[in-house]
């Protein structure tokens, strides 16, 4: 494909903004956007404490306007609720712990924004993620990035052919280490902005006081049960609670015990002991593919079923349209629903799709 012209999603942070500056040393004609994602005050905090305020687009537009390119803003707020807030909440609220960054990658960044951008009569689009697109033949890889400190190939494993063709990745072979550093020598306002962890929309990390506040739904308290069904104390509002947690349970117990499971239909939430959180077979739904267009015949890979975990090695095999099922070579601890398992061939993401 031809390059010329880029769209380039800028959050105001270093990473995008590095990679804008990357992309019109190639010789591109570049122009930078913010997407307007939510309204700070629709979700109840300050707006010093989330990312996409008026502060963050206030940075990308100071990086655009040193670089000499065109900024704009781009209004997905509706989108945004109903493609990513909506899906979060509702995925809480049938027990499973989703990992909405995935979504807005598959409905927001790389749906919405390359059909923008190509409204705009761009050629293709970029982010600053860390990771690599490779073409083989006559399809698109997505692969690691090479500091795998950084790699974010797990969170885009649902990118389509298509999209992997229209986009690029211009901080996939740096280090963050060299990012930092063209900022600084680049006078970029961002240099040295510290990095966000938590999700978007739920800046203090209070997941719960957030799906109360958007759904308008109280959550009622319930059991806590053993794995025998013995009622071993009261718990305050099932979506309260992840798979493997064991502090903030407020019990007092003879010894450590975790969520092993939630009851959904009875409201009570299954406690178990370290042992107990372990399995080695993971059923995966709305599987996408990109390396390949099947994977029916048996395969020795690797997975991983959390972003901050190493792929580990597993046979995988697929179902049926939309299900494949990982067996992983031992036992991984805290499987858990709604969260995305992405299968890799080497430095090679084969596709992923949601733990069932």
């Given amino acids: 494909m031809d390059t010329k012209r880029v769209m380039i999603g800028m959050s105001g942070g270093v990473d995008s903004s590095v990679a804008a500056y990357l992309l019109q040393k190639e010789g591109l004609e570049v122009i930078g956007v913010t997407m307007k994602l939510f309204d700070n005050s629709d979700i109840d905090v300050l707006p010093d404490k989330a990312c996409c305020s008026l502060e963050d687009a206030e940075d990308a537009k100071s990086v655009c306007a040193r670089l000499g390119i065109r900024h704009y803003m781009l209004n997905m707020t509706e989108s945004f609720k109903t493609e990513v807030m909506e899906r979060f909440a509702a995925a809480y609220q049938v027990g499973d712990t989703p990992n909405p960054c995935i979504d807005c990658n598959r409905y927001i960044k790389f749906k919405r924004m390359l059909h923008k951008a190509l409204e705009l009569d761009m050629d293709c689009i970029a982010t600053g993620h860390y990771a690599r697109i490779e073409k083989q033949g006559d399809r698109f890889?997505?692969?690691k990035a090479v500091d795998e400190t950084k790699d974010q190939s797990y969170v885009l494993y649902s990118l389509t052919q298509e999209q992997l063709k229209m986009t690029k990745f211009p901080l996939g072979t740096f280090r963050k280490s060299e990012v930092r550093q063209i900022a600084?020598?680049?006078?970029?306002?961002?240099?040295k902005k510290h990095e966000s962890q938590d999700i978007c929309f739920v800046p203090d990390g209070d997941y719960y006081n957030f799906i109360e506040k958007f759904t308008g739904k109280s959550f009622p308290h319930g059991d806590f049960v053993d794995l025998q069904g013995k009622r071993l104390g009261e718990h305050k509002g099932i979506i309260r609670y992840t798979i493997g947690q064991r502090r903030g349970l407020g019990l007092a117990l003879p010894a450590s015990m975790y969520v092993v499971e939630k009851d959904i239909a009875n409201n009570r939430v299954v406690l178990g002991f370290n042992e107990d959180l372990f399995s080695k077979e993971v059923n995966v739904k709305d599987?996408?593919?990109s390396a390949c267009d099947s994977l029916e015949k048996e395969q020795h890979l690797s997975a991983k079923i959390r972003y901050n975990q190493k792929e580990q090695p597993a046979t995988v095999w697929q179902t049926?349209?939309?299900?494949?099922?990982?067996?992983?070579?031992?036992?991984?601890r805290a499987v858990t629903k709604g969260q995305a398992a992405v299968i890799y061939d080497g430095d090679t993401v084969i596709g992923g799709g949601t733990i069932e």
């Fill in 141 to 143: 890889l997505l692969k």
């Fill in 184 to 191: 600084e020598e680049n006078g970029f306002i961002n240099a």
């Fill in 287 to 289: 599987i996408t593919l």
């Fill in 320 to 332: 049926d349209e939309n299900h494949l099922k990982i067996v992983f070579d031992e036992p991984q």
